[in-house]
């Protein structure tokens, strides 16, 4: 009776630890998102673990070309493994890539506003921020500048709407969007009506904070003026822009699809006719 033998091959350790390595890597990426979301660590920890599993996708990357050429020019086993390295490194690195590329052209800062002279202020929100956050106060004229010459279109709404009206429409997008509006405040006959909101990015949640100032005008129009600012880092990737110029294009349709109360038409009085003077009586 035949016997017959099957000669397993090789596997190719490289490709073994590439995959090891973009596991490794993609678990700690997910810790690093699980982090931040649920606070259970500081910003800054959380950032460096995710850092470092950015880094490891990057060394299983090579791990696996290196592997492709032992497994060409050995005829070693490990295909498979490289592959699903290739894979994970490529899906940790690409949108970070894609982030840096676009990072090339935007400025180096992290607050937006509509209005960089006066721009609104946070109350609430400043007492919540914590010690290490970036300052609530603007930047000032070096940031404005920036901010100018990327994005000349993020300036001051004015609407024809009373201040009223207007504050309405902004808390009513700000709640639609699901922010978390910690303090808002009707504006008054001396006093700006004002908003203030927390938003979360959409992967690894970091916190940015929202203000909407609400300011009558001479005629009793309203000025509209946006700030969003970072809570951490230098460098927002144009977020915040972003967030402003979608944030006041909703609040200009909200505006738009109110319809505003028409005052009830006066009811006209019926004038009593007075009694004429020295009327003659008729003769008989």
């Known amino acids: 009776m035949l016997r017959r033998y099957i000669i397993e091959q090789p596997t190719s350790r490289l490709a073994i630890w590439a995959r090891r390595m973009a596991l490794f890597s993609l678990a700690a990426t997910v810790l690093a998102i699980v982090i931040v979301r649920a606070g259970v660590l500081e910003i800054r920890p959380a950032l460096a673990t995710f850092a470092v599993a950015l880094a490891l996708a990057v060394i299983a990357l090579l791990l696996a070309f290196a592997a492709f050429t032992v497994i060409w020019k050995d005829g070693l086993d490990g295909m498979g493994s490289a592959l ?142 946006v700030r969003s600012s970072s809570r951490y880092g230098t460098f927002d990737f144009g977020s915040n822009a972003k967030r402003v110029r979608a944030l006041i294009d909703d609040i200009d349709d909200a ?15 019926k004038q009593k006719t007075p009694p004429k003077a020295n009327q003659p009586t008729a003769k008989r």
């Open 84 to 225: 699903t390295a290739i894979l994970i490194g490529i899906g940790l690195l690409g949108y970070p890539a894609y982030l840096g590329v676009k990072a090339y052209k935007l400025p180096w800062i992290y607050d937006i506003t509509t209005d960089p002279i006066d721009p609104p202020r946070y109350e609430a929100l400043a007492r919540i921020r914590p010690r290490d956050a970036n300052p609530v106060i603007y930047a000032g004229l070096s940031a404005a500048e920036q901010q100018r010459n990327a994005y000349p279109d993020i300036e001051t709404m004015e609407q024809d709407a009373t201040p009223k009206a207007a504050y309405e429409a902004a808390l009513a997008v700000m709640t639609k969007r699901k922010w978390a509006v910690l303090a808002k405040r009707a504006p008054e006959a001396r006093r700006d009506g004002q908003i203030e909101a927390v938003d979360r990015s959409l992967i690894m949640g970091f916190r940015d904070d929202i203000v909407v100032r609400i300011r009558a005008d001479t005629d009793g129009s309203s000025r509209i003026d």
């Open 255 to 269: 505006i738009g699809d109110q319809k505003p109360e028409r005052p009830a038409a006066p009811v006209a009085k």
